[in-house]
């Protein structure tokens, strides 16, 4: 596992054997880091089986723009052997003229499944359930749901889990699998399922299906219209990759940037630039407000030089102490542990955690700005410390719930924009301290 | 999915009715909401099974709370009852005079198992494998296979997947069980059975691990040892919760603090005060350098106050651009895109990108920073925006980096520690341009 494959340099003709050597998790792993022209004519070697178990373990992404280089007959057969919900995900991020054409390539089975799931809105479950399923009856003896599944199992993406539904395709319970080879054949499908219905609805958020079978330690959820008639499944590697995806975008937006959606070296330059541009653009004009502060205080800063010796120090640790309560706030948002009931409940507890940690620094500090500078100095600076932290504390719980209030995403009003916006305010609140304090 | 149930407000007698009824999943969900006093009485009113379910849908800080408050005999009951590799789990975070205690009072058979799982290194597949599997061998027909699992699966964790070995507990191949029940019952398990062996070893790292699972999406991978027997599985909702986790820790750290691994309300304001205060002082400690660069350039900036009004902007354009870079590489190692071989190119793209953002960001403020101020001033703030981005976007690239050469976690170089870092430098720089520039 740790050792590293890569193919990056060997001569085409030698590299047509290795291919046909290597796992197909390292191929599709290696060909993500490729750079883009590389990867088509790579993926070109793959033998015929081999090209598609390579092809459905990559990201949307690549598939993408593999297909955009393959001869048509062979991209259409790729996409015709996709399982439904992949198929439909890639579909999502084409260009619609092109996923119309591989639409029209399809045998008519696999265009009414895809249909289905493409009418379901993004993000939602219905986008990533699987439509091929296999349903059990409860009065079946086992045996008879074994054989059931024998006839009809080759076509569905998942027969591990198996659900239970009456003569209406109303949901009645769940089974695994395993828990029907270990019956006695002669038991009912009923006695044996599980009956405690963990559905979902088509059209909840994929992110909330994806941590409900992860906390119930689930391998796939039934997915049911209003009536509670059963539509599909959503299965646990694609309840995995969404969990990845939503990780990515939190995680990229937490640090003022859009999301990539692929390895970092298979995007240009400019597309990395692009994914940042507009964030920095946004925070600069944001942080323009931090000049208009401190230009109404400039009669001050002349009179007083030395306290622009601490500006960085102390808006430094406004943001710090802000990065730390929006980062804390949005990943418990994202996990369910802060819900949209517990608002005041947050903002109290940041701010009385930052008022702590503001007295600390502001004890442990002034000494030390006493030796460095003067005492009058050394007061407006533990003062500003500790208000500067509570009024972080309290911006980075506030500003993840507004922006989920707004019905945005709570990690874009995370960092960069909490230490923005401490910036400003606690330049005021330093200056307004020290105007007070060293009377000027 | 959406309904928040709620019971925190239910009177005690009522609460035992409405316990019964709910989905232990939701239940779970709850006590992890949960203030810490409330949390054990409402684990006692669960029935006995209700109790077991609920327990180990618990996070490993609620299992170990909740140990704390019962009665000794229903603790050991539960202990006895957890899968090996979750007890394992739990032993490691237990202080050790109580996990000995629970590992005593255990019945020889998961004595012996749990032993096993706490010899290995923490973080390593060994910690999080079940040694609890059924194993085929190769040259059983279909149904011989399936009526030994049978036989011996009842006690396994997970009968989804099983591993083939050889008379010498040699792993040569994993088939599923449902390629088994597909299957015709007079074949071969060699014949079903995938040859492509995905295995680990027992000291690989858990995080590397979940992602193989989660790469070629499979239920379980097996582990074996440095000869290739088979030791145990590594199973799916085991690996979803290592991303999780993985997730938190690097989230956290990305914001410039310790992971907190309990649900936000369960925790005490001192505790979320302790995982803070550590990284601010020590950022306040860094930060402190910004106090020597500006001290040294006091004569510069007595000349032109001017100058202090750009300070914070320019340096929180400077930490933004650090953050999105630290982000994008910290994230892009972790899920494998960066390598260390991957050094030199990644810093060169970073100094490439981030000269393009600054040269966007200084053209488009030129204009405007003179219509406010002066020309002179105008250039010298663009042409420290242009170095200031460079310059942040290749730190931001490199200390994520420097970590991991040096064995810590890359995420702790992130965020603040990238600010700070750029806030001193960037000082330098302005001030070193607007010298040259106003021909101070």
């Known amino acids: 596992?740790?050792?590293?494959?890569?193919?990056?340099?060997?001569?085409?003709?030698?590299?047509?054997?290795r291919l046909a050597k290597l796992d197909p998790v390292k191929i599709a792993d290696e060909l993500a880091r490729m750079e883009p022209e590389l990867q088509a004519t790579t993926f070109d070697q793959?033998?015929?089986?081999?090209?598609?178990?390579?092809?459905?373990?990559?990201?949307?992404?690549?598939?993408?723009?593999?297909?955009?280089?393959l001869a048509a007959d062979r991209a259409a057969e790729l996409v015709e052997a996709m399982d439904p919900d992949d198929r439909a995900h890639l579909f999502n991020e084409l260009p619609s003229h092109i996923s119309e054409k591989f639409l029209d390539g399809l045998s008519p089975r696999e265009r009414r499944l895809t249909d289905q799931l493409l009418g379901y809105p993004e993000e939602s479950a219905g986008c990533i359930m699987t439509p091929e399923f296999v349903s059990l009856r409860p009065d079946w003896s086992v045996a008879e749901a074994l054989s059931h599944i024998r006839k009809s199992?080759?076509?569905?993406?998942?027969?591990?889990?198996?659900?239970?539904?009456?003569?209406?395709n109303q949901l009645t319970g769940m089974v695994e699998l395993s828990d029907l080879v270990l019956a006695e054949p002669v038991r009912k499908v009923a006695d044996i399922m599980n009956k405690e219905l963990r559905s979902v609805r088509t059209d909840d958020d994929q992110e909330d299906v994806a941590r409900l079978l992860q906390a119930a330690n689930l391998l796939a959820v039934p997915v049911v219209n209003a009536e509670g008639h059963l539509l599909g499944l959503v299965t646990v590697d694609d309840a995995m990759d969404v969990l990845t995806r939503e990780e990515?975008?939190?995680?990229?937006?937490?640090?003022?940037?859009?999301?990539?959606?692929?390895?970092?070296?298979?995007?240009?330059?400019?597309?990395?630039?692009?994914?940042?541009?507009?964030?920095?653009?946004?925070?600069?004009?944001?942080?323009?407000?931090?000049?208009?502060?401190?230009?109404?205080?400039?009669?001050?800063?002349?009179?007083?030089?030395?306290?622009?010796?601490f500006i960085p120090l102390l808006i430094g640790t406004g943001g710090n102490a802000g990065a730390q309560s929006s980062t804390t706030v949005v990943r418990n948002m994202a996990v369910g542990h802060v819900q949209p009931g517990d608002f005041l409940r947050t903002l109290l507890r940041e701010a009385r955690v930052g008022l702590l940690l503001g007295m600390m620094l502001g004890l442990l500090s002034y000494p030390c700005v006493w030796i460095f500078a003067d005492q009058s100095l050394a007061l407006a600076v533990s003062l500003t410390l500790v208000s500067i932290c509570s009024l972080a504390s309290v911006v980075g719980a506030l500003m993840p719930q507004i922006a989920r209030a707004c019905w945005v995403d709570p990690a874009v009003a995370s960092t960069p924009f909490v230490t923005t916006v401490v910036d400003a305010s606690g330049l005021m609140v330093y200056f307004l301290i020290a105007q007070a304090v060293l009377k000027l």
């Open 1 to 17: 596992m740790n050792k590293q494959t890569s193919f990056r340099f060997y001569k085409p003709r030698k590299m047509k054997g």
């Open 46 to 69: 793959l033998s015929r089986i081999r090209a598609l178990d390579v092809f459905q373990l990559l990201d949307v992404a690549h598939q993408e723009r593999i297909l955009e280089h």
């Open 153 to 168: 199992g080759p076509g569905a993406e998942t027969i591990h889990t198996l659900a239970v539904t009456d003569e209406h």
């Open 248 to 309: 990515e975008e939190d995680h990229a937006r937490s640090g003022g940037a859009e999301p990539l959606r692929r390895p970092y070296f298979s995007v240009s330059d400019l597309r990395l630039a692009q994914s940042r541009i507009v964030w920095l653009l946004v925070l600069l004009v944001a942080a323009t407000l931090t000049v208009h502060v401190l230009n109404s205080f400039e009669q001050t800063l002349d009179k007083a030089v030395s306290l622009a010796l």
